[in-house]
């Protein structure tokens, strides 16, 4: 359909009066170029007013893909924070039902969460790395009315170095390479409810360390450790026992550091065999003038093969100085040997025996003695049951439990 426009309707009107007879008003023909030249006027205002408009419109659209970039970069750099970034967990709760056999003595019978641990990691590229763990005991820090001795600890905390293919470093919390289950120590990974005692003990695991380590690894299946770090502190009142010198990092006292040494071969699927050496020059850090430098040697084997598996630990202190030696702390050792039947994915079961003494140096028997035996049943990889029965023997006088303890434990 045809549309007259501003432009065609102002020709017709100007045709129109020049068609007009004399005796059409005068002045018509001054005012219609009057309204020309406003319309046009106007019509050049709205064309200004269009480009204006189309130039904001670029500008938007320029301003929001850049938005969109931002956005977008921002984003991806989460997304890569997180991809590197990762979170996990352990845990285990515990039922003991011990009787205790000491004339007078207090059975245990105890619910108790052991551990909450939560680790995180992250990879600040290739070659360095962050691993750490938080942990929790106890279930709370400190209830006094309740007896609780619960704490909530750092177990580990370490940048990892690798400097090359074969060698890395580490260097901040860490824990000691000596042991069986020191470093590997998550419920679905060992037999038994509570760790056995000769690692907790004498090695005395866990054992955590701050400083700095080395790990180079030689071929074949061999892979050496060092470490400088700090060490225990001990004293006569504890009768020097090595478990009650743990510091954990804690405003540790730090003149005495420790020397430590690992030689660990696997190089056949399913079996570990390894020897450490750690060394201390002052296990009190200056606090007793009568004791002095202190020494670890320990010895282990793990074999799994098929359904079948063994572990066999063996470790021993040398402490120096009159103040040990006066109360049989100078010696103190233990070993455990450990079979265990995998006869299902999901079912296990084992037998341990166990002996440790931290007063070996001393006439008197002042040995412990140990056998456990019990099942694990994983209903997943990553999750445990455990029941077990101990049988416990003690130097007269002393506490000595034997009874039942049952066990829940995870890991992810």
């Known amino acids: 359909m045809f549309k007259p426009t501003t432009r065609t309707v102002i020709s017709l009107l100007l045709l129109s009066s020049l068609a007009a007879p004399a005796w059409a008003e005068p002045g018509m023909e001054e005012r219609i170029k009057a309204m020309e030249l406003r319309l046009q006027a106007l019509e050049n205002e709205n064309r200004n007013l269009k480009e204006q408009a189309t130039r904001t419109e670029q500008k938007v659209e320029v301003a929001g893909n850049q938005m969109e970039k931002i956005a977008s970069q921002g984003t991806s750099s989460k997304a890569a924070w ?6 996990g967990s352990y845990g285990e709760l515990h039922l003991n039902k011990l009787k205790n056999r000491k004339t007078g003595g207090v059975n245990r019978d105890e619910l108790d969460f052991h551990r909450f ?87 005395p695991t866990t054992w955590r360390e701050g400083g700095v380590a080395l790990t180079a690894k030689m071929g074949n299946g061999f892979t050496v450790d060092g470490a400088i770090t700090s060490g225990l502190s001990t004293t006569a009142a504890r009768s020097y026992a090595v478990r009650d010198g ?12 420790a020397y430590t040494a690992r030689l660990k071969w696997s190089g056949m699927p399913g079996v570990e065999v390894a ?67 995998r006869f299902s994915e999901q079912w296990g ?64």
């Open 82 to 87: 997180a991809e590197k970034t990762t979170f």
């Open 349 to 412: 079961v084992f037998a341990r025996r166990s002996n440790w003494d931290n007063k070996a140096g001393d006439a008197a028997n002042s040995r412990f003695g140990q056998t456990d035996m019990g099942v694990n049943f994983w209903p997943h990889p990553d999750v445990v049951v455990k029941l077990d029965y101990q049988n416990q023997q003690s130097p007269a006088g002393l506490d000595e439990f034997d009874g039942f303890n049952l066990g829940l434990g995870y890991q992810f």
């Open 117 to 203: 641990v939560l680790f995180m990691g992250h990879e600040f590229d290739d070659r360095t790395r962050f691993f750490s763990e938080l942990e929790v005991e106890h279930a709370v820090s400190k209830d006094t009315a309740a007896g609780s001795t619960g704490v909530v600890a750092v177990e580990q905390a370490y940048i990892d170095f690798a400097l090359n293919d074969m060698l890395s470093a580490k260097a901040g919390i860490m824990l000691m390479p000596i042991g069986i289950i020191s470093e590997t120590h998550e419920p679905p990974t060992f037999y038994g409810v509570e760790r056995n005692p000769v690692e907790t003990s004498i090695i």
């Open 246 to 257: 743990r510091l954990s990092v804690a405003s540790a006292t730090a003149k005495a550091p």
């Open 275 to 341: 020897g450490a050496l750690h060394r201390q020059s002052d296990i009190t850090q200056g606090a007793d003038a009568t004791a002095g430098a202190a020494t670890l040697y320990e010895a282990h084997a793990v074999v799994n093969k098929g359904a079948f598996g063994l572990r066999a630990l063996y470790a021993s202190w040398s402490l120096n100085g009159s103040g040990p030696k006066a109360v049989g702390a100078d010696k103190q050792n233990g070993w455990y040997v450990e079979p265990s039947w």
